[in-house]
């Protein structure tokens, strides 16, 4: 059986998790060398096989706005001629980045990481809901099999797309606890926040409790990392670094008081894990995916109050040392090791399938 992670739409630091997700799979699926598998990638994503056998797809044109995503994909879908001539032998194709580019006489397998544009369509542009409706609703209801990332968004997809049962899969993502470990360091008096300022992101409650929490630790200071933060930067307290290093994130997990994160919406939502792993007390939205994620192991808010906000943070700093407990407890129990061995069920049920 061959199989085909087909990866064309990735557009490298501008996909958030998706693309750690991607990328986490393809190194994993690597190491464990079970499969056939062979990556195929954009010009501009090059490396984003990591280890596995990679094909470089020259013929697809990326972009990086909705609306040229979208000619993109209407170029793949009207002209796929050249592409699918790549592909030749393929038994099962993945297209974790949900979008089925190209089409292939193949079994297929598609991650729908969430259903957001649905759920909240008024954080999306119409371009973009029109991108995701042609692009990812279609491509669920099409897929053999459709893998999300937790319970929240198999619910969610089952009752917006109304897709069987049987063909969606729960498989949690991973933590790179090679990366994402204690050193030792010690705590500062800072929380840390890394995401992109993307609308669900949340940010402007997160500064107004921000200024809450200030008024009785003057000395606590936030640190918000991911692009487009630095424009957040000027109110007291607030160090807003951008888009930084994944070594220097790992630094910021290992010396932050506490991660808070107050996403209006996460499919998965990773840095709550990251940092459980890397032994930090985490307060984290109780929306979405985040409950199921997070466990026991976090302090979680409502996050459209910045009062509940603070006060969550102001609960997971008095807990610390526990919530630093059962925090490497709960980050531990998500491998990327594991995941991976459950796509590869998912590919074999598939090539046995008549």
């Known amino acids: 059986m061959r199989v085909a992670l087909s990866m064309l739409t990735l557009v490298p630091g501008a996909m958030g998790g998706s693309e750690t997700y991607a990328r986490s799979l393809c190194r994993a699926l690597a190491a464990r060398r079970l499969l056939d598998v062979t990556a195929f990638v954009p010009a501009i994503a090059r490396d984003a096989g990591e280890g596995l056998p990679t094909e470089v797809v020259d013929e697809y044109r990326s972009g990086t706005t909705a609306a040229a995503k979208l000619r993109g994909v209407a170029r793949a879908l009207a002209s796929p001629g050249a592409m699918r001539l790549r592909y030749r032998g393929i038994d099962v194709v993945h297209y974790p980045f949900t979008v089925p580019l190209p089409r292939l006489p193949a079994r297929v397998v598609i991650t729908l990481h969430d259903v957001q544009h649905l759920d909240v369509p008024g954080l999306f542009s119409r371009a973009e809901r029109a991108y995701r409706k042609v692009a990812y609703d279609r491509a669920a209801r099409g897929a053999d099999i459709v ?160 009062r509940a906000i603070a006060a969550g943070v102001e609960a997971a700093l008095a807990r610390a040392d526990e919530l630093a407990r059962r925090g490497l407890e709960r980050a531990a129990a998500f491998t990327w090791d594991a995941a991976a061995q459950r796509h590869e069920d998912a590919y074999r049920s598939l090539s046995t399938r008549s």
């Open 147 to 306: 893998v999300v990332p937790t319970a929240f968004v198999r619910g969610r997809a089952l009752e917006k797309l109304g897709l069987e049962e049987s063909r969606v899969r729960v498989i949690h993502h991973g933590v790179d606890h090679a990366q994402f470990r204690p050193d030792g360091s010690e705590r500062e008096p800072f929380l840390l926040y890394p995401a992109r300022t993307w609308p669900h992101k949340n940010h402007r409650r997160l500064l107004e409790a921000f200024a809450l929490l200030r008024r009785d630790r003057p000395e606590l200071r936030l640190v918000l990392t991911g692009g487009g933060s630095e424009a957040l930067a000027g109110p007291p307290g607030v160090e807003a670094r951008g888009a930084v290093p994944q070594a220097e994130l790992v630094g910021l997990y290992r010396r932050a008081a506490c991660l808070v994160f107050p996403s209006l919406y996460e499919g998965f939502g990773a840095p709550p894990l990251e940092a459980m792993a890397c032994g930090t007390p985490v307060a984290a939205s109780n929306a979405a995916s985040l409950p199921e994620v997070c466990g026991d192991a976090a302090v979680l808010f409502e996050p459209d109050d910045p």
